[in-house]
């Protein structure tokens, strides 16, 4: 694979990025549950944040993927394995809609990171 052609590029580079921000954003949905039980603003609010600590961690390691996409490599694909170890890997079917998408975009940023040089364009060719 000498020469890559540029849509295949640019899909390699942003793939793992944008569907990391779907992800979370996917991820998010599940914290609205909070809403449903009648509570104070401030346990609201609480429940909300505790709530919405997976998206940050996804978050987080999104904005240092998308300098050192080993990070993103190292810190996805053990996510997805940590999920499924807190689940004694019974639920599949919660496997399948938190850990594949982690271990996915985990992959990507593997790619991403192993082909950092092809991927990227040279300033000397702008």
């Given at each position: 694979?000498?020469?890559?052609?540029?849509?295949?590029?640019?899909?390699?580079?942003?793939s793992p990025r944008v569907l990391c921000i779907i992800f979370a954003a996917f991820i998010s949905i599940f914290a609205m549950d909070v809403f449903n039980d009648s509570h104070g603003i401030m346990q609201t609010i609480a429940g909300l944040l505790i709530h919405l600590i997976p998206t940050f961690v996804i978050?987080?390691?999104l904005v240092l993927s998308w300098r050192w996409e080993w990070v993103g490599a190292v810190a996805y694909v053990g996510l997805a394995v940590f999920y499924a170890y807190m689940i004694n890997f019974r639920?599949?079917?919660?496997?399948?809609?938190?850990?594949t998408p982690l271990l996915i975009i985990g992959i990507l940023f593997?790619?991403?990171?192993?082909?950092?040089d092809k991927l990227r364009v040279k300033e000397e060719a702008l």
């Open positions: 694979m000498t020469t890559m052609n540029k849509s295949i590029k640019m899909l390699l580079l942003w978050v987080g390691v639920r599949w079917d919660w496997i399948a809609i938190i850990s593997l790619i991403s990171w192993l082909l950092h």
